[in-house]
Nanobody
């Protein structure tokens, strides 16, 4: 079994900051890529930021320069530092981890955490 613990979401005013955390535990195998997506009601899940096991990062254009993704491999944890938040950043954020097992790699998802930015 694989467990995710997401935390750090909440309500913040526009221009403020939040830091999301996502810890993966259980029968994880080795962890390859990790990252964050977000999904607004009625819309498809959209990439926010990803980070490889070696630390290479990539960001959606809408968050580049405002958000920073990082990870602690010893803790199997990925973080998303969100600065200069805008009302349009309001939605549910989901972390994921690509786990390597003997039979291949599979993507697992966290339960999601709500971020609300007030204007």
């Amino acid at each position: 079994q694989v467990q995710f613990v997401e935390s750090g979401g909440g309500l913040v005013q526009a221009g403020g900051s939040l830091r999301l955390s996502c810890a993966v535990s259980g029968s994880t195998g080795s962890i390859n890529g990790m990252g964050w997506y977000r999904q607004a009601p009625g819309k498809q899940r959209a990439l926010v930021a990803v980070i490889s096991s070696g630390g290479t990062t990539n960001y959606a254009d809408s968050v580049r320069g405002r958000f920073t993704i990082s990870r602690d491999n010893a803790k199997n944890t990925v973080y998303l530092q969100m600065n200069s938040l805008k009302p349009e950043d309001t939605t549910v954020y989901y972390c994921y981890a690509d786990l390597n097992f003997a039979l291949g790699t599979s993507r697992y998802w966290g339960q999601g955490t709500q971020v609300t930015v007030s204007s």
